[in-house]
């Protein structure tokens, strides 16, 4: 499987911006999904995911009521709608799969196919 992450830009404080992973392969589906960001000089941390359903979604504290995750099986595809966006949500950002066994939902480690990464910068 192959991931490919859109969506990314420069934004103003308080703005919106959509983010979206597509999956090659036909059994997307199966997966939990999950996004993670990278700041510069600062470790990959867990934004949010969505296991294979749709049927629970989790996320970060600090984007918990702005950022909401969703998925299409049908397409194949992720997205994360980013609302209300901070300075501080300035960061490489990252989709990822965890495909059966799952691990932890919030580890980065229990992913095993990345996406290339798209650039999200928020202005003050």
């Known amino acids: 499987v192959q991931l490919q992450a859109s969506g990314g830009g420069l934004v103003q404080a308080g703005g919106s911006l959509r983010l979206s992973c597509v999956a090659s392969g036909r059994t997307f589906s199966t997966y939990t999904m999950g996004w993670f960001r990278q700041a510069p000089g600062k470790e990959r941390e867990f934004v949010g995911a969505i296991i294979w359903s749709g049927g629970s979604i989790y996320y970060q504290d600090s984007v918990q009521g702005r950022f909401i995750i969703s998925r299409d099986n049908a397409k194949n595809t992720v997205y994360l709608q980013m609302n209300s966006l901070k300075p501080e949500d300035t960061a490489v950002y990252y989709c990822?799969?965890?495909?059966?066994?799952?691990?932890?939902?919030?580890?980065?480690?229990?992913?095993?196919?990345w996406g290339q990464g798209t650039q999200v910068t928020v202005s003050s």
């Open positions: 990822a799969a965890d495909r059966p066994p799952f691990g932890s939902i919030r580890s980065r480690q229990s992913y095993d196919v």
